[in-house]
């Protein structure tokens, strides 16, 4: 089948201009050279001006897993704009403690885990705060991360996130994490075969906790000691 060919309006282009002027790159990333527009979304498609439907096979990097403009969703949301937007996190509101219930309530029951929830804004966020956890109940510092992964572009995130693209303008982070190829027998990174490689790499993994991880707690310092 013919691909259909590209449609650009004219207001596409003063808008690409604009863009090109006012708007962060830092935050738009120019994955084409021309990036496309979007007016409009309705289930797992997208619609560009001209109407033409779009499967999003990354749903907004799987933020809008049950779809576009879900209506149960987008009702709960409005719902709630028009009753309490927002509250400082000193005070509470009903819908924050029951929504923590339900998220808490269903951990427990798929994995045997009591917990509580940690609202944010963000996936970097969930990062920057997951680090500041291990960090306070283990006493140590270094993160082990697999070579390829992404987890944000704060630069807490971008500490364990291996891409130089993403830390290559920020300087020095002295506490970047422990890089390890993530194991994969497909396309083995060490070029390895599985019935004879005896899971090399979970080896260098466990290797890695034994000479870089090991450390004891320091009283005076605060900090551990390697």
Request: proline content about 5%; some cysteine.
């Amino acid at each position: 089948m013919k691909p259909l060919p590209m449609i650009h309006t004219t207001e596409e282009a003063e808008l690409r201009a604009l863009e090109a002027k006012y708007c962060s790159h830092g935050d738009t990333v120019h994955y084409s050279p021309v990036p496309k527009f979007f007016r409009g979304c309705e289930g797992s498609f997208l619609y560009d001006g001209h109407d033409r439907p779009y499967l999003d096979l990354q749903m907004w990097y799987s933020a809008v897993n049950f779809g576009y403009r879900n209506k149960p969703i987008t009702d709960a949301v409005k719902a709630q704009l028009d009753r309490l937007p927002q509250l400082a996190c000193q005070y509470l509101h009903e819908e924050k403690v029951l929504v923590a219930e339900k998220l808490a309530s269903e951990c427990l029951r798929a994995f045997g885990l009591e917990g509580r929830v940690q609202f944010n804004v963000g996936g970097a966020q969930a990062i920057e705060d997951s680090m500041k956890l291990v960090r306070n109940h283990t006493g140590k510092n270094l993160f082990m991360a697999f070579m390829g992964g992404y987890h944000g572009r704060t630069l807490g995130a971008s500490e364990i996130t291996s891409s130089y693209r993403y830390r290559r303008r920020f300087g020095h982070f002295s506490n970047r994490a422990h890089f390890v190829p993530f194991p994969y027998c497909y396309r083995c990174p060490y070029d390895k075969k599985f019935e004879t490689c005896e899971y090399y790499c979970v080896n260098q993994v466990e290797r890695l906790f034994e000479t870089e991880y090991n450390s004891f707690w320091d009283p005076k310092e605060k900090e551990p000691e390697f």
